[in-house]
T-cell receptor, first 114, second 112 residues
């Protein structure tokens, strides 16, 4: 398993602004992902954060809206750009180790956009 | 399609068994997972099953997989009030590592 932390844990933001969420893992991991959980809904994968290259986005998500960085094997950031109230969600990072076929999730960042 | 369906609500009395069901349409996946989400918390991995298995037992948890019917279930024996949470089934996307589909979640309420 892994210890995964996210910053901030929650935030309230004004529409039109941007927020960068950090995800830190206590050990090197092969795969890192970003998910969104809209209020009362299930989780939807936003993108795979690739170390040293551009993230791979899922259908319906674009780099201009959700730029992602992954400078090394233990850290990633997700930016929610030009926010609107529809972006109010919980954003979760997750990690998967190469030797395990299991995925562990961070505690999430609760975002409210006014 | 890759829809994953779950019943939304389940209520049981403390000490009874709980069974949470999940049906899916994607047959190419390798692993199926069960996650637990308590109020205000992240997702906790409970257990998982490899697609070539029919059953997996882990203490109070029993996972059953029926690939023919594309049906997955999680049985919690001797359910406790601390088991009250939302339970999500999740399914990987076959050959692509890590990308998961999630069910809608089942809210389990355990009454004392």
């Amino acid at each position: 398993s892994a210890v995964i932390s996210q910053k901030p844990s929650r935030d309230i933001c004004q529409r039109g602004t941007s927020l960068t969420i950090q995800c830190q893992v206590d050990s090197q991991v092969t795969m890192m992902f970003w998910y969104r959980q809209q209020p009362g809904q299930s989780l939807t994968l936003i993108a795979t954060a690739n170390q040293g290259s551009e993230a791979t986005y899922e259908s319906g998500f674009v780099i201009d809206k959700f730029p992602i960085s992954r400078p090394n094997l233990t850290f990633s950031t997700l930016t929610v750009s030009n926010m609107s109230p529809e972006d109010s969600s919980i954003y979760l990072c997750s990690v998967e180790f190469e030797v395990e076929e299991t995925q562990y999730f961070g505690p999430g960042t609760r975002l409210l956009v006014l | 399609g890759e829809d994953v369906e779950q019943s939304l609500f389940l209520s049981v009395r403390e000490g009874d068994s709980s069974v949470i069901n999940c049906t899916y349409t994607d047959s190419s996946s390798t692993y199926l997972y069960w996650y637990k989400q308590e109020p205000g918390a992240g997702l906790q991995l409970l257990t998982y099953i490899f697609s070539n298995m029919d059953m997996k037992q882990d203490q109070r948890l029993t996972v059953l997989l029926n690939k023919k019917d594309k049906h997955l279930s999680l049985r919690i024996a001797d359910t406790q009030t601390g088991d009250s949470a939302i339970y999500f089934c999740a399914w990987d996307r076959g050959s692509t590592l890590g990308r998961l589909y999630f069910g809608r979640g089942t809210q389990l309420t355990v009454w004392p």
